[in-house]
């Protein structure tokens, strides 16, 4: 299945690599903040190889709105997929009155986390202490619950988990803003796959400074940092290359753009 929207969390169920109990959770509705990936998942699923799971997003295709689904149908970035598959079960698209809402067209149920009252909340140490014991209790599900839904505080704790699907969940998250991202991108302790998300994302590489953290950064992938090399100004270009934790084929490029940019001025 191509898709017009695309997540991080998305791309790995495109790519089969997310387990049975994950992909219940995305057949019961639960799992996307989106009624793009929301749909996205369920028509994947709808084939899944999985009985129980086929079953379950039958169950839940059934309980969403026809009036409000044939609405957001009705939306020019719908993929034609999507429309075909609705179009063969007799539900067309229809104009609507008014823009659909990008919010699920089935309700996810409560958040995982806190609210959007506490994303603005600087935690105290000892809260942020509470928040990481209670976060590691979680198994892999409830953690992308609160992945996808919970406080600024516990994307930053589940941005550096291990399990891949937790922390591109982070980065699927409505919530998840340009500064957090710009923070991400910074960190050395975060799974290499964020790093790759980040740098392959035109939205988040538009930023400048995502582009010099992610490039002054020795854990970004070295394909990652390469590509980066020549938005650089040559102040961060000099500086890049006196860094002894960037790898070396990067450095060849900083050097061979510092080279460019001094023919250019002479």
């Avoid at 409000?68 to 970035?77: A, C």
Wanted: proline share 7%; aromatic share 4%.
């Amino acid at each position: 299945m191509e898709s017009i929207y695309r997540t991080p969390l998305l791309d790995c169920f495109l790519r089969g690599e997310v387990a049975s109990d994950i992909r219940m959770m995305a057949a019961q509705g639960v799992l996307a903040l989106r009624a793009h990936e929301q749909l996205e998942l369920l028509v994947l699923l709808s084939s899944d190889a999985d009985p129980a799971i086929r079953e379950t997003t039958e169950a839940t295709l059934s309980r969403i709105p026809r009036e409000d689904l044939s609405r957001f149908l009705g939306r020019p970035d719908v993929s034609p997929e999507t429309a075909a598959f609705f179009a063969a079960r007799g539900i067309e698209p229809v104009p609507a009155d008014a823009p659909a809402t990008d919010g699920p067209l089935l309700d996810p149920g409560a958040s995982a986390g806190g609210g959007d009252d506490e994303d603005d909340v600087e935690p105290g140490e000892a809260r942020r202490l509470a928040t990481i014991q209670r976060l590691s209790r979680l198994g892999v599900p409830d953690k992308i619950k609160a992945a996808m839904r919970g406080t600024r505080e516990e994307r930053g704790i589940l941005i550096r988990d291990p399990n891949k699907l937790v922390s591109l969940a982070v980065l699927s998250s409505p919530k998840v803003n340009e500064r957090e991202i710009e923070s991400y991108a910074k960190m050395a302790n975060v799974p290499e796959d964020v790093l790759r998300v980040i740098g392959a994302s035109r939205a988040w590489t538009k930023s400048y400074t995502i582009v010099r953290s992610l490039a002054f950064n020795p854990k970004t992938p070295i394909a990652v940092a390469m590509t980066l090399v020549s938005r650089l100004v040559e102040k961060d270009l000099r500086l890049l290359s006196m860094d002894r934790n960037i790898a070396e084929p990067v450095k060849v490029l900083v050097r061979k753009a510092l080279q460019a940019s001094r023919s250019r001025r002479g």
